[in-house]
């Protein structure tokens, strides 16, 4: 079956930075994702993974380790507005076609 | 408007009613999605697409039916609304291949079964 775990909240302070993790397992692993959501918005793409390794985009970064089965999403110099929820979502290819398997999400507080 | 919508945006319904929630993309992704998002669950697939008459249960189908006759159209049929199938309704497109290609998502649809 597919399981991912991400903690359930966080606080951080603005202009620090701050890394939330994901653990997922998963037999047709195809990528891993990254989504902010606002409470009450739809989510929003933040990155995605499927090497091994660090991708960069501006304040946010998010690694992967499929060995280990681990990402985390990295966010520095923190602004109130990233005060949002952040899904790990994978995309499994185990049943021959593409579907994403969310965790259930961190709540990121940031405060002034 | 290019993109993803769905409607209604709001719904309020009894029990045991039938309810049906649209949602139409006009990108022509060959994949889409229903998922329902609910407070310490997170967002839990439902149905999903890959394309024109083809759909897949995910996590949670029980209660629910879907059809896509056409690529752009993704409807979601509770057939007997529960109580438990209050929920904020979330559906989403992406393009067929694997590689980049993030997950769209709609506004929501913030359904209440009384």
């Known amino acids: 079956g597919q399981n991912i775990d991400q903690p359930t909240e966080m606080t951080a302070t603005e202009g620090a930075i701050v890394q939330i993790n994901c653990t997922y397992q998963?037999?047709?692993?195809?990528?891993l994702f990254w989504y902010q959501q606002h409470a009450g918005e739809a989510p929003t793409f933040l990155s995605y993974?499927?090497?091994?390794g660090l991708e960069e985009k501006g304040r946010f970064s998010s690694f992967l380790s499929r060995s280990k089965g681990y990402s985390y999403l990295l966010l520095k110099e923190l602004q109130m507005k990233d005060s949002a929820s952040y899904l790990c979502?994978?995309?499994?290819?185990?049943?021959?076609?593409?579907?994403?398997?969310f965790g259930t999400g961190t709540r990121l507080k940031v405060l002034a | 408007d290019a993109g993803i919508t769905q409607s209604p945006r709001y719904k309020i319904t009894e029990t045991g009613r039938q309810v049906t929630l649209m949602c139409h993309q006009t990108?022509?992704?060959?994949?889409m999605f229903w998922y329902r998002q609910d407070l310490g669950h997170g967002l839990r697939l439902i149905y999903y697409s890959a394309a024109a008459d083809i759909t897949d249960k995910g996590e949670v189908p029980d209660g629910y039916v879907v059809s896509r006759s056409k690529t752009e159209n993704f409807p979601l049929t509770l057939e007997s609304a529960t109580r438990s199938q209050t929920s904020v309704y979330f559906c989403?497109?992406?393009?067929?291949?694997?590689?980049?290609?993030?997950?769209?998502f709609g506004p929501g649809t913030r359904l209440t079964v009384t």
């Open positions: 990108w022509s992704h060959s994949y």
């Open positions: 993974n499927v090497l091994d």
């Open positions: 998963t037999s047709g692993f195809n990528g």
């Open positions: 979502a994978v995309r499994d290819i185990t049943s021959g076609t593409y579907k994403y398997i």
């Open positions: 989403a497109s992406s393009e067929g291949s694997g590689g980049p290609h993030e997950q769209y």
